[in-house]
């Protein structure tokens, strides 16, 4: 079975500052990782996805995560965080071969960005 | 083009009674998940809909939890009988073809709350 941990459950961060969200996962099998952003009342949207290939993917709005395979790890970075970027964070791995790919999710990341 | 639609957006019912939450995914879209999205639980899979291909039903809490997808097209889950702990955001998504790495929609979901 496959598995999301995000350390954190809440990040309060000040406006221009840099942030890391964290994401461990824990699989038998090879997964695809997502990290996907929910603003308040509103869906889930992808902020970035990987598949293959290099280890660092970009994203929407500014955001970069960095594959480590060996730490099971998918952490999410941004340089300079904006009160935009107030949300919260959802860490994600589908399956390779699952049909379907249903999204198994970690408990969510609360970034809170103040002034 | 019009994303994921889901309704109603609010849903207040008495426990016992059974309610139906409805949802329409982006033209085109072949795949559909419904997720629920609780404080006790986190964001879970429920089923998930291919094309004509059976349901991938392994996430249904109970066998009060029912869906169908009509046509291909819009989805109904029914929860009969509710019970407070069904009180939670019910979320929606699809995507172009029900495969790992492709990018679920999210709908911006259903809030049920069971009395």
Redesign the interface.
């Known amino acids: 079975a496959q598995s999301v941990t995000q350390l954190d459950s809440q990040v309060p961060v000040f406006e221009e500052a840099p942030v890391e969200l964290r994401c461990n996962y824990s699989s038998s099998v090879s997964v695809y990782l997502f990290w996907y952003v929910q603003y308040p009342n509103q869906g889930l949207q992808l902020l970035l996805k990987y598949l293959s290939g290099s280890t660092l993917v970009k994203g929407i709005n500014g955001f970069e995560a960095e594959f480590n395979k060996s730490q099971t790890s998918f952490h999410l970075r941004k340089p300079s965080v904006h009160i935009s970027d107030t949300a919260e964070y959802f860490c994600a791995v589908s399956r390779f071969y699952n049909q379907g790919g249903k999204l198994i999710f970690g408990q969510g990341t609360e970034l809170s960005v103040k002034p | 083009g019009a994303g ?1 639609s889901q309704s109603p957006s609010n849903k207040v019912t008495e426990k016992g009674k059974d309610v139906e939450l409805r949802c329409d995914p982006i033209s085109g879209h072949t ?1 559909l ?1 419904w ?1 629920r999205q609780s404080l006790g639980q ?4 429920l089923i ?1 809909f ?1 094309g004509n291909s059976a349901p ?1 039903k392994s ?1 249904l809490p109970s066998d009060r939890f029912s869906a169908e997808r009509t046509g291909g097209s819009v989805s109904t889950l029914t929860i009969q009988r509710t019970q407070q702990e069904d009180s939670a955001v019910y ?1 929606c ?1 699809s ?1 172009l073809a ?12 259903t809030r049920l709350t069971v009395l």
């Open positions: 994921v795949a998940y997720y986190g964001l879970e899979f998930y291919q991938d996430g979320l998504a995507s029900g495969t790992p790495n492709n990018e679920q929609f999210f709908g911006p979901g």
